[in-house]
T-cell receptor
Framework: QKEVEQNSGPLSVPEGAIASLNCTYS??????FFWYRQYSGKSPELIMF????GDKEDGRFTAQLNKASQYVSLLIRDSQPSDSATYLC??????????FGKGTKLTVNP | DTGVSQDPRHKITKRGQNVTFRCDPI?????LYWYRQTLGQGPEFLTY????????KSRLLSDRFSAERPKGSFSTLEIQRTEQGDSAMYLC??????????????FGEGSRLTVL
């Protein structure tokens, strides 16, 4: 089983809709989870992190974590064309390295 | 610009040649990471430095790969006897002391390697 699984997509949503991005992980010891955004041809940048079960909201972004199910998600409300990017999930592994999923490519159509 | 700087941005080489990439991290960051990314994949961890010490190295990293950070500032990643499978984007990232606990890695723009 891969350490981090994400639907590679592409996921296509209309402007203004809610985009839902999902990630499962295999390491039950993971305590922290990070979402990175990577625009085409650019490097990844951190947009959200979550440590505790439940929801964490930051503007239009909500991260949801369920440690029992080893599942973390990212919701983007009122999606904008500028949100079109690949979203990478990265659980902390207990060492210094972050292990990234393949990413989900999101396209928001005007 | 005080972000992470990588050089060269693009490198085309023939199979069997050696290549070296340089990374200059954000000056106050003592942690430095190298990742590799191929098309359609997420970044794959290669190695990590805290100051000048190389503390972790991927088991997948061939012995043709070597990285250094001699004075705890800039780092180099050398690939010897390149193979076509080495073609990828090589990403360098740095982070402050809190490092991967906060997940905030600051990535450079990457060095794209093409092996012919």
């Amino acid at each position: 089983q891969k350490e981090v699984e994400q639907n590679s997509g592409p996921l296509s949503v209309p402007e203004g809709a809610i985009a839902s991005l999902n990630c499962t992980y295999s390491d039950r010891g993971s305590q922290s989870f990070f979402w990175y955004r990577q625009y085409s041809g650019k490097s990844p940048e951190l947009i959200m992190f979550i440590y505790s079960n439940g929801d964490k909201e930051d503007g239009r972004f909500t991260a949801q974590l369920n440690k029992a199910s080893q599942y973390v998600s990212l919701l983007i409300r009122d999606s904008q064309p500028s949100d079109s990017a690949t979203y990478l999930c990265a659980p902390a592994t207990g060492s210094e390295k972050l292990v990234f999923g393949k990413g989900t490519k999101l396209t928001v159509n005007p | 610009d005080t972000g992470v700087s990588q050089d060269p941005r693009h490198k085309i080489t023939k199979r069997g040649q050696n290549v070296t990439f340089r990374c200059d991290p954000i000056s106050e960051h003592n942690r430095l990471y190298w990742y590799r990314q191929t098309l359609g994949q997420g970044p794959e961890f290669l190695t990590y430095f805290q100051n000048e010490a190389q503390l972790e190295k991927s088991r997948l990293l061939s012995d043709r790969f070597s990285a250094e950070r001699p004075k705890g500032s800039f780092s180099t990643l050398e690939i010897q006897r390149t193979e076509q499978g080495d073609s990828a984007m090589y990403l360098c990232a740095s982070s402050p002391t809190s490092g991967a606990n906060t997940g905030e890695l600051f990535f450079g723009e990457g060095s794209r390697l093409t092996v012919l």
